[in-house]
Structures are given as C-alpha cells and as structure tokens.
C-alpha cells in the first residue's frame, strides 16, 4: 500500500479510534497537512511509501516509519504533539485486510493462507498491532490533554469486565459411526507409518457395532457451560457437496429438537456457510433460509465452513442477506488476529472505498488449529489461549473460542472434556463479559 490514506480510509481508522476513549473532543486539534496553522496541534504525518517490515521500536513493527528516532511521538517547545510515524496508515493495512486484497495467493481451498500474510513473516498473529497502534495515540492524546487543560476519558466495552468471551462451536458432524465418517477415518489411519498402528487403527474403525455416538454431545457440552453461566453461539451446517458440508440434514426431527433445546436454554444459533456460499450468491442464500427456518429466532451471525472466506465478496453477500455479524475472520493455520485487532469491528471494502456495515467478531481460536495445525499438546494449547486472554484483558478486547463438538470425544481425543473444562475454568477467573449475538444492545459497537 503505497499512497496516502484518502480521507474515506483515514476517517475509517478514526472511527474505531473513538471507541477506545472521548476522540471528539480532540479532533478538532488534528493536523494531516503541515500547512495548517491552528495551534495546539497534534500532527498526524502521512506516508506515501509501501509498507516497510523491517522496523521495530520498543520490539513493536513500525509499518510506515517517517523518522529515525526511536520513538513514537513528541511535544515541541508549544506542546503541539507529533507522531512521528504514521500510525493510521499503519492501522488501516492490518484492519481492512489490504494484504489479502491485493494478493491472489490462495491455499487449496480458496482461502488467503498464513504463510502468506505479514503476520507469518513478522510473527505477530497474537499481537494485536492495531490495538497498541491505537493505544500509543491513546497514551498520547491523554498527555496532551493534560497539557492543554482538557478531559480524556477512556471507554469500556463491557461494562465492569476487562474482556469479553465470545464462546462458538460449529456442528459439522453429528454421528461418529455413519459410513462416511468410519471411511474418512480409515484413509486418515492408513497414513500411520508403522504396520501393527496401522492395523490397530483401522480395526477400531470397523468394530464400531454397539458404540455410543460420541459426537451427539449436546446435553453435556450445555451442561458444562451452564454450570459456569456461559451462553454460547452454536452454527449450524446445511448439506452441499458430499463428504465436505453436513453429515446431516437440517429437516431431521431430532435436529430440530436440538436446534429448539439450544434456543429454550439460552443459547445463540447462527448459520454456518456452506462450502460453495464464500462467492456464490445462490449457495449463500440457501444457507441462510434453510438456517433460519431451523432456527425458532432470527439468524443474524453467520461462519464460513473451512472458513472458506473471500474478502469483501463474502461479506458483501452476508450483508445482502441480513447477516449483521460474522465470525469467520480468522487463520486456520495459527491461533491470533487476522487483522491485527482483538475487538469487534467494521470491515472496509477497498472496492467501493467504503465501511461496510457488517460487524466482525474476529476469530482468534480454533480447536482444529492448536490439535492439528500447530501439532500442539495440552499444555501448548493452554499457554497460547491463555496468553491471548491476557492480550484481551490488557487492551479490552474480545476472546473468541471456537470448539467443535466431533472434537470433544474421548475416543479420538482421549482426555478432551477434562481439558475443555480446564480451558473454560481458567478464562471464567478472568471475569469475562459473556458475549452473544443476542446480548449486544447497549454494547458501544
């Protein structure tokens, strides 16, 4: 990205500024040009050069450095307060998903992949660098404030609570014997290299007569989360392309009682695309009124399945169809923020230069991620969701979890439910606000 921030862009960045503290009451001090002569002042400088990946101050990656010193900001002998680098710009990159609009770099299956992204290269997925971006200038307006006699006022997004969990699962499976998922798992335990391994596998695969369906899950995953007052969001699949949408069907009477039970106990249901619905209109459009006849509420958050998620397209479609929200803006690969900011916010679509007014709720853990893609164990898993609750909590943010329900068996995951409830305990000690789609009123989003 090499021009200047255009003023739509600019005012895009200040607009989710505002809801960290009173920017109103500072803005008329701004300066974007140097030609301005009001005084007090606080200049915001402008880059017209492409991002840069190779400066750090304080450890922390200077996008778009315009100075050599190593700081931030300063005051001149007037108490005019400069920023030396320019950090909206900076902001604007990682928050409306530049990177990934510019590039046609796709994995196998369409999606944007990590290895591609600035956030791969500089190893920063779990550090929100548009939160510190935005609390270097918070730090910095109430400085200048202080010096200029006016009033800064930080704001909260969840009330008396320093964070918010937002609690997910997605319902790919329902049945752990069907014969597509015992022939799935037969091709997964041929992979294994040794013979007697092997032939254990398999064979646990196709003595199954008798077994409990360890994916119908649904009574003791509410159970586990009403005992800590938890209210979750919980999407649901349609069937599509065989092997790779749903297992099951959304017309079963049994699904529909589920659906009903999930609704009667408090909890959200949202839609969950098919795999084809990331660009096709027709597809997308059947998701949601298959969903929503489901459900006995309106459906108002959507996932991707796969998160397959093309951006803006995919958005724009949510948003044609009465999705308010989304929570598929997030790396399979690695656990952390795809944009760089642990809050909810409001995509920019970069063809119409424009706020788009769908909500994302960022997706930042992923069971299939810490189990399969990042190959980590328990305790792995643990520290890193543990590490960006604390990222959360510092800068008030927003820990979205994402768990599926065919992950929480003990069959394939010996040990699971424990862990889980493990999990849950440890971010419920942090006193988080317990986020549904349904709970957003009065909320400064």
Known sequence: MKDKLNTEQREYVLYHLSRHFNLPAFSSFFLFEKNDTRAPFVFFPSSNKPHNENRRIEDIPVLYPLASEDRFFHFDSN??????HDLLKGAFYLLSGY?????????????????????????????????????I???????????HGLVFQKKSFWGNHPFALFLTHDIDRVDRWISAEVKRRIKIAQKHRGLRQKLSAIFHELNFFGRNNSFWNFDRMMAVEDALNIKSTWFFLPGGIKHIDAYYDLKEERIKKLARKIADNGHHIGAHGVYNSMTDPAEMRRTLREVRQLSPADVIISRQHWLRFRYPDTLKLLAENRIEMDSSWGFAEHCGWRNSYCHPFHPFDLNQNRMLPILEIPLNAMDVTFMEYMGLDEKGTREHIMKMVHVCKK?????????????????????VWDFYKTILDDIIRENPYIFTPGAMKGLPL
């Open 395 to 415: 800068y008030g943010g927003i820990f979205t979890l994402l768990w599926h329900n065919n992950h929480l068996n003990e069959e394939d995951h010996p040990g």
């Open 137 to 147: 200038i918070s730090r910095a307006l109430e400085l200048f404030a202080k010096k």
């Open 99 to 135: 990177q990934e609009w510019q590039t046609g770099e796709r994995d196998a299956r369409g999606r944007f992949p990590f290895t591609a992204s600035i956030h791969y290269r500089l190893n920063i997925a779990e550090m929100p660098l548009v939160n510190i971006y935005f609390d």
């Open 79 to 84: 108490n005019n307060l400069i920023f030396d």
